[in-house]
């Protein structure tokens, strides 16, 4: 039988250092996370560990400023490393994202002394960062928050709740959305609280479907008390950089879409190859190989469109709508993906003994996080014929 292991992924990367960057990710996953994964996930332990040789190795700052630490990565770089990651285990590279998320606040909008006393920690001192925008009746209308920060002289006293928080409870900063003013969006204040914070606790993580490696939790803060100097932004600015964060973030999301969708095509020509009935294997069975086909296809588009939005990003243009695009088009593809490797694997792909149903009861996350598809819809919709109700 010929030997059809699956191989690298073909980039086309601009600099010959983004080329060792790839080679350098594409050794730890392969010696750190891909051994332990499956087994790992189905224990559901957070590999806090493979975090720190992350941030040690320099992959936790990528698209940030070398002044700060960072690697100084352009995001059609740092998005394939992503993919890298999450291809091997989608709890690390979709933590490396929500990392990227929770750091994007400050790295933005904060002072140059506010960036340079916290930032070089966030990107290489080894701690790890959680977002923290939705609540439990907050969730698609993000803009009802109910969280409230209230000024007390030189501090800010926050009460309320966080919900869906990834790294919840196990985050050494928290990059948090509270009500300062008015309802709506324009009350809306972004804080840098830190993880240790006296009347901050995290509920038990969410029992998940999948993804049960990486700990969701609701986020109580309980009369926490921070200081104006980590208010980020101006007062009434919260919700405008949070929207920008999740432009961004919305390409780490289908960038990681894409490499579970290719872990599992990988997995699905694999066992075809492997697989004999009726005297061949049933990767000669043309309807099988025409499911392989349009999955490979549906990829390929994926990664090119996110690839777009990012060199769009890269370029300083406008990029939310090719976000919101790349986002819903990745995180569709690696649900219809991933179902049909567990079809072709059949019988198998519906054990554990197989990843495929791993990749599928994951797939599944990310048409929900960092808004739903259906929230991606009317946003791009919103580019095309103006807002609603006009």
Known sequence: MPDRAPQPVDRQLPTDEARDLISLVRDIAQREIAPSAAEEEDAGRFPREVFTLLSDSGLLGLPYDAEYGGGEQPYEVYLQVLEELAALRLTVGLGVSVHTLASYALAAYGTKEQRGEHLPAMLG??????????????????????????????????????????????ADFYTVMARTGEDGPRGITAFLVPGDAEGLSAAVPEKKMGLKGSPTAQVHLDGVRVSDARRLGDEGQGFAIALSALDSGRLGIAACAIGVAQAALDEAVSYAAERRQFGKPIADFQGLRFMLADMATQIEAGRALYLSAARLRDAGLPFAKQAAMAKLHCTDTVMRVTTDAVQILGGYGYTADFPAERYMREAKVLQIVEGTNQIQRMVIARHLAGPEGR
């Open 125 to 170: 001192g080894g701690l790890l960062g959680a977002y923290c925008l939705s609540e439990p009746a907050s969730g698609s209308d993000a803009a009802s928050l109910r969280t409230k920060a209230v000024r007390e002289g030189d501090d800010w006293v926050i009460n309320g709740t966080k919900a869906w928080i990834t790294h919840g409870g196990i």
